[in-house]
């Protein structure tokens, strides 16, 4: 598959998780009472290290750096920075380091204090130096209006001491400010605020631990590049000899990762203040090689940027690659994290946008690597699209007059294609058609601008995006390269309509699948007459529906339930109102938490029948874990259990659903109909994975379940060689996967959809390519001429849809 197709999705979009569960916990104690004073309007403590020197250190001393946030120098003389155990005993004093000199506008400026025994490099040249010995830890530092030593021992005493500018206690420290101390201090961690020196006041809020990365009053920092200003930090730092393009390289891995820059210039070209918070900045001085890209992500954690887009900056920070979904394979994002920031100017122009369209998007996706990593593997963007996309990661690109090949989401995220080359559904999207034809010009649209300032458009697949969609080339674990758009094109809607089946001769028996995603009472009545509606109107009332996705009668909750006759009795009521008929309907429960799905929700496959057309062979015997069998030759064949489930106690469907089997009759003939519901893509590497060709490890359990599925209806074929066998659902996987070859094997079933034309083999939508994981089977005894069969597409295609997947229908004259 292109990428994993989890079942359903539950985030928020770009959200990431920046610390562990122990310092997440940290973050919540209850605010000590008085101990929140006025947020600091000038210098602020910008950074605190406390392991210099110690196992496993590389910096050989501790370090506090302070920060003015402000666009004045900020004069030093006659303060100090002072340090405090983080549990004072009564005969604790507070260490003291004087001041001197000052910190520029909008720089920073160094204290060096006490060396350890170990380390192997030096910190930039300091602004002051002291003899405190900090704890590693756990501590209490204090930017102090004078040199007389704090006499305060708890949080509530020093809020109260006007002497004290700012204060950061890290670790358990018993003095600090707000809710609690900052989190994660170590040998070789710092604690330090995001770029914008933001101060709430709230240690734990307000800083974040990290690799430590101290840097002076003249811009110098501990990994090279030129210092800044020459007259002790009162001229503007200016850039150091690192370029984004060095950072960013010829592979997709920065020869810098791990390594802390200094200076580094660029203009802002977009801010992101929600979810993975940040700004992308470029360089537009560009170097003459097409596989560097100008362009960088600056990670700021917590802390919304400050920056605007148009401001010229200098950027010093540690370069790491960030994977967003690392156990999927995916691609990784070259980051400049720990940032510090310094303005130079703003409303400058942005760079100009890369056009991305059929022109420069190679038909080709990816190279291969015999399943392994081409983390490091030269870039090679004018041969292949992911190449292509990597080789501007980050960097201002557009796309002009674009398809929409799938609808807005409920995250605000919709999907174009950018290159005419890409094989066409008759509704506009575009057909996956192998794995070896991915659709190289898919890629996904998110917005940048609040949503009160710039509404995100609702498209529905053929679409068209017109003008200019622009911003920076982002990459997500959901949707993998996306255009984080500054500026989003309007809408041009094409009137894409809901399909409608034709209507079934008295002579035809009608048969439909429908997953209807993760169905039960608590979806409440607009969803069920919602798709209750569809199967009226849309699928004309079928004799027989096979429904994957139905919940037990509590849904989610996880309390042993796993009876779902709430559930299908509320469906059948619907249908009844919508004017459909009165269904009746079979199915066996599962046994509680063994098939998959939702935790506690029971997902399990229902069959619904009119009792006016058709009618059911109740055979006793059927339940969660007795195995269907085959009994009697020739007419008189039949199951031992109807409904029943093909050999639940197979391996093959470990955590999975397993096929329900009912026989019915039509016009006094048997007909055996299996509703499947194949286990899901989880696990898989997408199809844009660092992995090529991408291990789809998902597939081993789906061979084994076409495995056992096809032996017995092999099985029922050689009782009765003209058995009328359906088989349909949710089988999780497309018509040329090995799955749906082996089912298909020795001919005992045929794939309907592969008798559809290629642009209509479709029933589903997943990061822009419309593709099959819904199927009818039929044996040979429905020959095609009496077969017609149809994917009703009233879902994938639409930003309002009642399921994610198109029901699918088959009239056969048994």
Not at 75 to 81: D, E, I, Q
Not at 395 to 417: F, H, I, S
Not at 719 to 748: C, E, H, I, M, W
């Amino acid at each position: 598959m292109p990428s994993p197709t989890p079942a359903r999705r539950s985030r928020r979009t770009l959200l990431r998780v920046t610390a562990p569960a122990a310092v997440a916990a940290s973050l919540v104690l209850v605010p000590l009472p008085g101990a929140f004073a006025a947020p600091s309007t000038g210098a602020v403590i910008a950074e605190v290290y406390g392991g210099g020197g110690n196992s496993g250190a590389t910096l050989k001393n501790d370090f506090i750096e302070l920060g003015n946030p402000t666009g004045a120098a900020f004069g030093l003389s006659g303060y100090s920075v002072q340090y405090l155990p983080g549990s004072p005993s009564a005969s604790s004093q507070w260490g003291v380091t004087p001041l001197t000199g000052s910190i520029p506008a909008g720089g920073r400026y160094l204290v060096a204090e006490a060396p350890g025994a170990g380390g192997t490099a030096d910190l930039p040249a300091a602004d002051a130096s002291g003899s405190l010995a900090l704890s590693a830890t756990s501590g209490t530092v204090a930017l102090v209006n004078g040199t007389a030593a704090l006499s305060c021992k708890t949080a509530a005493d020093c809020a109260a001491d006007p002497r004290i500018v700012d204060l950061l206690g890290f670790g358990s420290a018993v003095v600090r400010e707000g809710s609690g101390p900052a989190a994660g201090a170590s040998n070789t961690a710092s604690v330090a605020r995001g770029s914008s020196l933001a101060d709430t006041d709230d240690n734990a809020k307000d800083f974040t631990a990290g690799d430590p990365t101290p840097v002076n009053s003249k811009g110098a920092g501990t990994g090279g590049g030129t210092p800044g200003g020459g007259d002790g930090g009162t001229t503007p730092p200016v850039p150091g000899d690192v370029r984004i393009h060095d950072i960013q390289g010829t592979t997709r891995i920065s020869p810098l990762n791990t390594k802390t820059v200094t200076n580094v210039p660029g203009i802002v070209t977009g801010v992101r203040g929600y979810g993975t918070k940040g700004f992308w900045i470029q360089d537009p001085n560009p170097d003459a090689n097409p596989a560097t890209s100008e362009a960088v992500f600056v990670y700021t954690g917590s802390a919304a940027p400050t920056v605007k887009v148009g401001d010229s900056v200098l950027v010093t920070a540690k370069v790491s690659e960030y994977y967003p979904n690392s156990s999927g394979g995916s691609q990784s994002v070259t980051e400049l994290t720990g940032p510090k920031t310094t303005v130079l100017s703003s409303d400058n122009a942005v760079p100009a946008a890369v056009v991305l369209d059929a022109a420069n998007i190679p038909a080709a996706y990816a190279p291969d690597n015999a399943g392994g990593s081409i983390d490091n593997l030269p870039l090679n963007p004018s041969a292949y699209a992911l190449d292509l996309y990597e080789s501007l990661e980050g960097m201002n690109v557009e796309v002009r007059d674009v398809p929409v090949v799938q609808a807005t989401d409920k995250y605000n995220e919709l999907w174009v294609d950018a290159s005419s080359a890409d094989p066409r559904t008759g509704r506009g999207g575009v057909v996956y058609l192998g794995y070896d034809k991915p659709n190289t010009g898919r890629i996904m649209i998110q917005s940048l601008p609040p949503l009160t300032q710039q509404p995100f458009p609702v498209a529905n697949v053929g679409d068209e995006l017109t003008g200019s969609t622009a911003g920076p080339l982002d990459y997500n674990q959901f949707g993998g390269y996306t255009i984080a758009a500054n500026t989003v094109g309007a809408v041009k809607d094409n009137g894409l309509q809901r399909e409608v089946a034709d209507r079934a001769l008295p002579s035809e028996l009608s048969i439909a699948t429908y997953n209807v995603e993760n169905l039960d009472p608590s979806d409440g009545p607009a969803k069920f007459a919602e798709l209750a509606q569809a199967v009226v109107t849309n699928l004309r009332s079928p004799d027989i529906i096979a429904l994957e996705e139905i919940q037990d009668n509590n849904g989610a909750v996880n309390d042993g339930t796993v009876d779902a006759s709430v559930t299908v009795r509320t469906f059948i009521d619907a249908i009844k109102a919508a004017g459909g008929p009165a269904y009746d309907w079979r199915s066996v429960d599962p046994v509680d938490g063994k098939d998959g799905g939702e935790p506690g929700g029971n997902i399990r496959q229902v069959f619904l029948f009119n009792p006016d057309r058709v009618s059911f062979t109740d055979i006793p015997g059927g339940d969660s874990t007795t195995a269907v069998d085959v009994t009697g030759t020739g007419k008189r064949t039949s199951l031992t259990a109807s409904p029943g489930r093909i050999a639940p106690a197979d391996e093959a469907w470990n955590t999975s659903r397993k096929p329900l089997i009912g026989q019915f009759s039509f016009h006094n003939k048997p007909v055996f109909v299996i509703a499947n519901h194949f286990n899901s893509k989880g696990g898989d590497q997408g199809i844009d994975s660092r992995f090529q060709a991408p291990t789809r490890s998902s597939e081993v359990q789906r061979g084994k379940q076409a495995a056992v599925e096809q032996a017995f209806v092999a099985k029922l074929l050689a009782a009765d060689p003209g058995a009328r066998v359906v088989s349909l659902g949710d089988f999780n996987d497309y018509q040329f996967s090995p799955a749906l070859q082996t089912l298909t094997k020795d001919g005992v079933l045929r794939d309907l959809v592969n008798e559809l034309p290629e642009s209509e083999r479709y029933s589903y939508v997943y990061q822009g390519n419309s593709q099959v994981l819904d199927h009818i089977l039929v044996s040979p005894a429905f020959k095609q001429q009496h077969v017609r069969y149809d994917v009703v597409h009233i879902n994938s295609e639409f930003a309002a849809q009642a399921s994610d997947h198109d029901p699918q229908v088959v009239r056969v004259k048994p």
